[in-house]
């Protein structure tokens, strides 16, 4: 599977990675910084002073500089938020849904308005390029669009008379109180996945960003505050130790949402269990693409190209895993090489068509690094990349790398830009070894052949599953994953049922 036509600098090697010697190429001048109020939003109302007094350096991953100081909050500021959110859920709620969808169409349009500001956030806090920050913002506000749209019809069983002389009913009600968790690598896009359905079915929110990446967040709240009622949205900033822990185990939340790691899926459920809250969990991924003998290549490699790489595979859908049949695994290597070989590690203000960005921040950095260095160690051949810089920012080259289907690397999420490949003989050998992970989010298939397609698609365990693409996410369809990658779906208007609640209520009327 060794390519041929590699560049020099990327010959395939089982050396270990080296660091500091990455290219990349810098901008003459950083986005000017505007940062938004960096404080915590309760009640309407920006409260500057933490409780604790503790504080979190934001910076800038492109550049490893300081951004910005954010103040932490602890339990205390989550009591208050709570408290506000209370205070306004009974008025929230009892609005109609055609008010409450003429208000996030307000806020989705007051977001556009702001396109610029927002994108600019999302660039320096995350080191993104103009691509995927374009991508963010306006899925985002295409978000708050459909939920403001999809949330004034209903999905319900039609009333009806199930039982001689007694009418039926349901009602679909918000839940009361939902508390949210983000996470650093979508700071803006999973506001909005888990904000917009929420806040249409009737319920209030206190939400806490990553402490890494709040700067969108709080520019959200800025924008926020003059269109929702107060106390509807409240926002702590913290730890996830800290508040994140407060809040999941909190008596006054009624559901606990959160985007983040297996490990910290389980750490909410177990506050949350404490008093038996709802939980909504969206959590890892190590999505396999499963190569058939009849796949197209050109499409494939195409695919990983973008899927496997995008937003520098900081995304738990990322098309990280390749299992390609033997027949056809090395000449899909070589493109896969030879397409990636156009990725330029970039600052984000660079005009470069195929940018790549860095690692969000210098603890996941190290991570990645480790996972490339101790596959390597076990014996995997790096196709290209393979290479870190932490001396000015957090970067990694983009690294393809040919492994053994047994090696740790292919069931543990890297959440960097490493893709592996390895080989099978057997499609049921293949589906089986895609399974045998304890995540079950997205996946894919490449075949020309429809009954192979279905056949191995119904197999896969994967919430979603994509034929002769990936990473395929229409706001109309939902978003959920299977086995340890959580439970609950965002996007869609499934999404609007898991922040619901649903009342039967039986009207006898015989006379």
Known sequence: MTPTSAPSSSAPSTAAPRTGEVDIRRAQEPFTFAPPTLAHFIGGEHVVAASGGDAFEVRDPARGTVLASVPLGTAAEVD?????????????????????????????????????????????????PAAVTEDDIASAIDTFRFM???????????????????????????????????????????VAWKLAPALMVGNTIVLKPSEVTPLTTLRLVEIAKDILPPGVLNVVNGTGETVGRALSGHTGVDMVALTGSV????????????????????????????????????LAADTVFEAGFWN???????????????????????????????????????????????????????????????????????????????????????TVLRVDGDDPITRHEVFGPVVTIETFTDEDEAVTRANDVEYGLAASVFTRNVAAAMTVSKALEFGSVNVNTHLALPTEMPWSGFKNSGHGRDLSAYALDDYARTKHIALNHAR
């Open 80 to 128: 208050d938020a709570v408290r506000a959110a209370r205070t306004a859920l009974s008025a929230w709620a009892k609005r109609t849904p055609q008010d409450r969808s003429t208000l996030l169409f307000q806020l989705a349009g007051a977001l556009e308005a702001d396109t610029y500001r927002l994108r600019t956030l999302e660039a320096l806090n995350c080191g993104k």
């Open 312 to 398: 520098s595979g900081q995304e738990c859908g990322a098309a990280c895993r390749v299992i390609a049949h033997e027949s056809v695994a090395e000449k899909f290597a070589q493109k896969l090489v030879e397409a990636v070989g156009r990725y330029v590690l970039a600052d984000p203000e660079t005009d470069a068509e195929e940018a790549l960005g860095p690692i969000i921040y210098k603890e996941h950095y190290d991570r990645v690094m480790d996972a490339i260095t101790g596959a390597v160690d076990r014996g995997a051949t790096v196709l290209t990349g393979g290479r870190g810089d932490s001396a000015r920012g957090y970067w990694v080259e983009p």
């Open 148 to 190: 403001a749209g999809t949330g004034r019809t209903g999905t319900t069983i039609a009333a009806g008379e199930y039982v001689d002389d007694v009418t039926s009913m349901i009602l679909r009600e918000p839940l009361g109180v939902i508390g949210m968790v983000t996470p650093w690598n979508y700071p803006l896009l999973m």
């Open 263 to 298: 490990r910290a899926g389980r750490d909410v459920s177990r506050s949350a269990a404490e008093n038996l809250t709802r939980t909504h969990l969206e959590l890892g991924g190590k999505a396999p693409v499963l190569l058939l003998p009849d796949a197209d290549l050109d």
